[in-house]
């Protein structure tokens, strides 16, 4: 059984940092796409991040792009999204997903919700002072 399961979310001031993790199983990272998205309270769930398969290459919406990096560790199954220099804008519900069974070269369409078959329950995000 697939399962995407995220920590790390909290409560951070405005110009801190938090590191989410992205715990998977079920199956293997490696050969898939990951992606970090975003729903802000009122607001259409955003994409934020996304690690290709392979982790060849990484993409970022201009919002977060400088200061979020997405990466991966293999050997623990995890996928990570560091945040740094926080602003209130960025409190959401944080969202792993992955778009396993899909195989293939690279996902089209990166941070597009639509391209991703499993998801996490998500991890809160308040920034505030």
């Known amino acids: 059984q697939v399962q995407l399961v995220e920590s790390g979310g909290g409560l951070v001031q405005p110009g801190g940092s938090l590191n989410l993790s992205c715990t998977a199983s079920?199956?293997?990272?490696?050969?898939?796409?990951m992606g970090w998205f975003r729903q802000a309270p009122g607001k259409e769930r955003e994409g934020v991040s996304c690690?290709?398969?392979?982790?060849?290459?990484?993409y970022y919406s201009d919002a977060v792009k400088g200061r979020f990096t997405i990466s991966r560790d293999s050997a623990k199954n995890t996928v990570y999204l560091q945040m740094n220099s926080l602003k209130s804008e960025d409190t959401a519900v944080y969202y792993c997903?992955?778009?396993?069974?899909?195989?293939?070269?690279?996902?089209?369409?990166?941070?597009?919700?639509?391209?991703?078959?499993?998801w996490g329950q998500g991890t809160q995000v308040t920034v505030s002072s």
């Open positions: 997903a992955t778009d396993f069974p899909t195989l293939r070269y690279q996902v089209t369409y990166p941070l597009d919700e639509s391209e991703y078959r499993n």
């Open positions: 079920g199956f293997t990272i490696d050969r898939y796409a």
């Open positions: 690690s290709s398969a392979n982790d060849r290459h990484t």
